[in-house]
């Protein structure tokens, strides 16, 4: 099917996988579902296994919109170098990350390009719903609440700085947000810092310097939440505290506080 691309933008959508076949493949069917139409879908894989690998084979051979590379296991950066890699393999004018378990409703794409026809615009988001490891949604938490009652469009400047005040990130994570691919440094990177932990606030920064961000009341995508508190996650919170110092003396450079 050939589309206009002025009228139709071409959306990248980038999937980082890590040895989750099972997640990956509704994460995959979500982003396949949406009714816009003009999308490429990348997979880079970082799994230590050929399980992703031998369950995206069937989408490759039926979808030439799935485009797969594999990694021979993990680039490092606790994902960030893998999730680079997607952005550096996209085509699209757009962008939107989808974690590997986490899951986009049909409407997502369509809904969100519309507000990037603003050029002062820089990011679209909405609200999300949290799931557990069998699908089912579970309450809003402090972040996914919603964060206003209609529609709305926020001062970048404004949005950024309550973003640092309060350390949360209401906007969202990787999964929730649609950007042009021009406007970001790199997936994780503000004022030239790679971040590791806190990717998605580092980019939502960005965006925010440049512009304004769209929040749409209608759910459009799932996060899902996995229990737990293992020695490794206890050591991503330690090095996540000390990127939240770097952002928020980064932010004071930018302007944002």
């Not at 296994?49 to 021979?72: A, F, H, R, W």
């Not at 799932?222 to 991503?236: E, T, V």
């Amino acid at each position: 099917m050939d589309l206009d691309n002025e009228k139709y933008p071409l959306v990248s959508i980038l999937i980082s996988s890590y040895n989750r076949p099972d997640f990956i493949q509704i994460a995959l069917n979500s982003a396949l579902q949406q009714t816009y139409k003009n999308i490429e879908i990348i997979i880079c894989d970082d799994s230590t296994n050929d399980e992703v690998k031998k369950m995206i084979q069937p989408y490759l051979e039926k979808y030439k919109s799935v485009k797969y590379y594999n990694n021979g296991g993990p680039l490092g950066n606790y994902g960030a170098k893998n999730s680079n890699k997607c952005l550096s393999l996209a085509s699209g004018e757009y962008i939107n990350y989808l974690n590997d378990d986490d899951i986009f409703y049909p409407k997502k794409v369509e809904l969100m390009v519309e507000y990037l026809k603003d050029k002062d615009i820089m990011l679209v988001t909405s609200h999300r719903n949290l799931i557990d490891s069998k699908g089912r949604v579970l309450p809003d938490n402090e972040v996914t609440v919603t964060i206003t009652n209609k529609n709305s469009v926020y001062d970048g400047k404004e949005i950024g700085a309550r973003m640092l005040r309060t350390r949360r990130n209401f906007i969202g994570e990787p999964t929730a947000v649609l950007f042009r691919k021009k406007d970001i440094e790199g997936y994780g990177v503000f004022m030239g810092r790679q971040y590791q932990c806190i990717p998605d606030m580092a980019m939502w920064l960005t965006l925010l310097q440049k512009g304004n961000c769209a929040y749409i009341v209608d759910t459009l995508c799932a996060i899902r939440k996995h229990g737990g508190r293992s020695i490794f996650n206890q050591k991503l919170r330690k090095i996540g505290l000390a990127e939240m110092k770097h952002l928020l003396e980064d932010g004071r450079k930018a302007g944002f506080i």
